[in-house]
């Protein structure tokens, strides 16, 4: 019968303390909010525990839903989104020193390996980001392959906000500017 009940019932059961509803609501979203979790802590265990934690979070905080807001799916993933993303900085206290997981992708497999991408356009890749001064590099690295955001890189780095905005953007025109150079030729 629950399961039949819109969002907003399901959510008030839930605060209420309906345990009927509060199953159906968990198992209403309980995918979604994984899907979610998941793409962002990139670990199982991890994405488990941050999805029931968005479940507790949600029963604490229903009575503040607001309908003229936003929907009850839209609520709940911004909660499952942002308790991710506070997990991932919690698991990322130490920074990754670029050239030492380069290093150990290499050593672990002879190279970095993605069967999408032909090897002789690997090689062309490898080759422009080596021409990348080490600071762009590096920004790049931990922006596009480590996931952080400009202002984790500028506590990283201690460096303004401003200048790995730069770095980030420079290198990235660099990268292209170089890659069709070559495409070309």
Known sequence: ??????????????????????????????????????????DPGTAEDVAQETFVRAWRHAGTYDARRGRVATWLLTIARNAAI???????????????????LQRAGGGVVDDGVPPD???????????LPANQRRALF??????????????IENAPLGTIK???????????????TRHEL
Do not use: C, H, N, W
Request: aromatic content about 4%; proline content about 3%.
């Open 166 to 180: 730069t770095r980030i953007r420079t290198a990235m025109l660099k990268l292209r500017d170089s890659l069709e």
């Open 142 to 155: 931990l922006s596009a392959y480590l996931g952080r955001t400009a202002r984790e890189i500028s506590d």
């Open 121 to 131: 356009d690997r090689e062309r890749v490898r080759g422009a980001l080596a021409e």
């Open 86 to 104: 506070d997990a991932a900085r919690v698991r990322r206290v130490e920074p990754l020193d670029p050239e030492v997981v380069a290093g150990r």
């Open 1 to 42: 019968m629950s399961a039949s009940l819109p969002d907003e019932a399901l959510l008030s059961g839930l605060a209420s303390g309906d345990g009927d509803a509060a199953a159906a609501f968990v198992r209403r979203f309980q995918a979604r909010v994984y899907g979610v979790v998941i793409t962002i802590v990139r």
